[in-house]
């Protein structure tokens, strides 16, 4: 994304074409204007002179195709411009680096690799499960952004977010392969075992734009994922790795993918009250080949993830950047002070009861077509209902679920 702001006019006599010549530009010049958003941008300048537009642009657009990808701020008085220009190639991941992870990934017993936006790339998940099958390795995310690895894979052991718990399969590995996560566990929750091989592939390893992040990697390496996952996986086909080895852990990793399927599928009975687990998995239902998914759930962003279950690369996105729901400040303060205050009270003023009328309101902003499920409702009839209007009727639609 390329963001071109004006700037007022720095002329006011007709020095030049586009002097200032109303009032208004007297009174909105912001000082540092750039300012208001770096800490946001991969890249921000200002146009001074149009002999070096072309350079500007060109220069700001790399920065935006490039991995890691970004917003860039231009600003100029007066002047939009525009001008194309070609992506930076990205980094590889060298041969014998490739050849050095495949034989790690093949002497290891309980090989894992987590991951959280690899997916970006459609590229990298179809390299990823190729990988998987050749060395027998499992996948688990953390606080994923896309569909990493299709959710009916042997070797998908599902996601974490801020779980207040050890997850058992990072635990369990001797061998973690980092691949394009920014946050790939948080230490005083779930960490691997000290034992644990520890690598790090991404396009940004040093992860510049935080000041402070470490997992302590025995080694890391800058590379585009799509191609890294590739490289690995053609190193390894060249090592012959040991038939029976390669079948225990394929074997153990199906065990484990096919045990939290189940765990996934019990959820989604229905017990008392309406649970996020019943309309996700009723909406999954409605799903095609073509269906996109732009999900917000905050603190229900795990339900949401295990309850789709993603089958197609590309087909599932999360915001990715920091986000926030009325029910993630009560999160935050019980994990850091279960028996505090907040345990204790009845009301933190973080509720939307009573709760607006959703349907109203879509319907006022552009004539949407609404529906409420609850408990006594059947999912299944009424989300059948809602996507015949918005196939039929191209309709936006929304449906509020009353949980609890």
């Known amino acids: 994304m390329l963001i071109f702001a004006g700037s007022s006019p720095f002329t006011q006599q007709g ?33 001074r002179t149009g002999a070096n ?31 194309p ?20 990934l093949a002497a290891a017993k309980r090989p894992l690799i987590v991951t959280s936006y690899l ?17 027998g390795v499992g996948v688990v995310e953390s606080v994923p952004s896309y569909v990493d690895l299709p959710h009916d894979s042997p070797f998908y052991l599902g996601n974490y977010w801020n779980n207040p718990e050890q997850n058992a399969d990072l635990a369990a590995a001797d061998l973690v392969l980092v691949v394009d996560s920014d946050v790939p566990w948080i230490p005083i929750k779930s960490k691997p075992s000290d034992s644990a091989e520890i690598y790090d592939i991404a396009i940004d390893p040093l992860k510049e734009q935080m000041p402070l992040w470490y997992i302590e990697p025995h080694r890391s390496f800058r590379a585009d994922a799509a191609q890294a996952l590739q490289a690995i996986g053609e190193a390894l086909a060249a090592l012959a790795p040991d038939a029976d080895a390669l079948a225990e852990k394929t074997g153990h990793y199906a065990a484990r993918g096919a045990a939290r399927r189940a765990r996934v599928a019990q959820e989604e009975t229905q017990g008392a009250g ?18 996109i998914v732009m999900d917000e759930g ?41 028996d505090g205050y907040a345990s204790k009270a009845n009301d933190l003023d973080l509720s939307f009861s009573p709760a607006p009328d959703y349907g109203a309101i879509a319907a006022a902003s552009g004539g949407a077509a609404t529906f409420v499920v609850d408990h006594d409702s059947d999912l299944d009839a009424v989300l059948s209902q809602a996507f015949a209007v918005l196939t039929n009727e191209h309709r936006t ?7 609890g």
């Not at 909105?28 to 991969?42: E, F, K, S």
Request: charged letters at 20%.
């Open 53 to 83: 537009v072309k350079q500007v642009v060109h220069r700001a657009i790399q920065f935006a195709k490039s991995d890691p990808k970004g917003p860039v701020y231009l600003m100029a008085p007066r002047e939009v411009l525009e001008a």
């Open 274 to 291: 309406l649970t996020t687990a019943c309309p996700i998995a009723a909406l999954r239902g409605q799903f095609d080949d073509q269906t």
């Open 85 to 104: 220009c070609e992506p930076v190639t990205p980094p590889a991941l060298a041969a014998q680096d490739a050849r050095f992870l495949a034989e790690r």
């Open 15 to 47: 020095e030049m074409l586009g002097s200032r010549n109303e009032f208004i530009q007297r009174i909105q010049y912001v000082h540092d204007q750039r300012g208001l958003v770096r800490g946001y941008m991969r890249y921000d300048n200002e146009i």
């Open 397 to 403: 639609v929304v449906v509020e679920a009353r949980l």
């Open 298 to 338: 905050i603190t229900n962003y795990r339900p949401v993830f295990d309850h789709l279950a993603p089958a197609h690369a590309g087909s599932m996105f999360a915001s990715g950047g920091g986000s926030l729901g009325w029910n993630a400040p009560r999160h935050s303060a019980l994990a850091v002070h279960p």
């Open 119 to 135: 997916g970006r790339n459609t590229a990298a998940v179809a390299a990823l499960e190729v990988l998987c099958t050749q060395a």
